[in-house]
């Protein structure tokens, strides 16, 4: 068995209701669809396995990655808690219309209902138009009955905690807050291995074909967190050339990287692969004898038995990091 290399993937186009156009001509993703709302970059979703795009590993999928590597690949805390199964989904977004507002189901519920993992995710806003916003949790704590009279009386937005955004701007989605990104915010997110969403209110919005999409309001009662916080927005700090942490949960953490010039990097602390998305700029990779270029939009996988590379970038660019600690 040879060893790893650094894996890129064929990004996974989804076209959605609300989708448009700036994955294919901000991110040089390859679609002329005018509805692409999300390139899903590692994926292990049902029916929705990553392909290697690179290297000898080429044509292999995800899963058979793992079922061969297993903790070179992944790591040997992440692949004796997650076996096969990769804990991460990690895409780009654009939201040409807003999304619906919803929310996700902590782990034991989605295993109770759904057999799946809860859905714990974050935000990295990459580019947004003037005044576009997301909602992000209450604006006070509400009861269940209140949110259900301003969901009935479609005045839900009037309890929501609405923010205006711009590039760099970091929202930390913990299950059960209320959510929803705005028409006009493209961004990155990472988040669980998991697509279960209840989706509580979709703007009274029509399916081309005069459908409306389900939502999931009974669901949902007991699976929002009614309470309310000061700010929702994340606070972190940049130096350039370094990794600084943005977000840390249980299930990743997240590190922004500004890059000017060139930097070694050394990941034997950590027992996990890293996965770098170039947020800005572009950037190269190197390990031994392989070299991979990142531009803007692009995701690789550093895989966990991989310690030592080195990455650069003749101009300011930014890169984030994920692994699971």
């Not at 993937?9 to 001509?25: H, Q, R, V």
């Not at 205006?164 to 961004?187: C, N, S, W």
């Not at 030592?308 to 990091?321: G, P, R, T």
Request: aromatic residues 10%; charged residues 25%; glycine residues 6%.
């Amino acid at each position: 068995m040879k060893d790893l290399h650094i894996l890129k993937f064929t990004p996974i186009l989804k076209d959605k209701i609300w989708g448009g156009e700036k994955l294919a001509t901000l991110l040089h993703k390859n679609s002329d669809r005018k509805d692409i709302g999300e390139s899903w970059e590692i994926s292990d979703v049902k029916g929705d396995t990553s392909i290697v795009a690179n290297g000898f590993l080429k044509g292999k999928n995800l899963k058979e990655l793992i079922a061969e590597y297993k903790s070179d690949l992944v790591g040997t805390k992440i692949y004796t808690h997650f076996g096969e199964k990769f804990p991460l989904l990690i895409k780009y977004i654009d939201a040409k219309e807003a999304l619906s507002i919803q929310l996700h189901p902590h782990d034991d519920l989605a295993k109770k209902r759904h057999n799946s993992f809860g859905k714990t995710e974050m935000w990295y806003v990459m580019q947004a138009d003037e005044k576009a916003n997301l909602i992000v949790g209450f604006q006070k704590e509400v009861t269940s009955q209140e949110y259900l009279h301003h969901l009935e009386n479609k005045t839900l937005t009037a309890i929501l905690n609405i923010d205006e955004v711009q590039k760099g701007d970091v929202y930390f989605i913990p299950t059960g807050r209320v959510h929803a990104i705005g028409a006009g915010v493209m961004l990155a997110e990472i988040q669980q291995t998991s697509d279960i969403t209840y989706r509580i209110y979709d703007w009274d919005r029509a399916n081309p074909d005069g459908t409306f999409r389900d939502l999931h309001t009974e669901e949902a009662i007991d699976a929002i967190d009614y309470s309310a916080k000061e700010s929702y927005k994340t606070s972190y700090s940049k130096v350039e050339n370094e990794s600084s942490e943005i977000v840390s949960c249980p299930y990743f953490t997240t590190n922004v990287l500004p890059l000017h010039g060139k930097i070694a990097v050394n990941h034997s602390d950590k027992d996990s692969f890293v996965i770098y998305m170039c947020v800005e700029g572009a950037t190269t990779f190197t390990y031994g004898n392989q070299t991979e270029t990142l531009e803007m939009g692009e995701t690789l996988l550093v895989p966990a038995s991989i310690k030592n590379i080195e990455i650069a970038a003749e101009n300011q660019s930014e890169l984030l990091e994920v692994y699971i600690k």
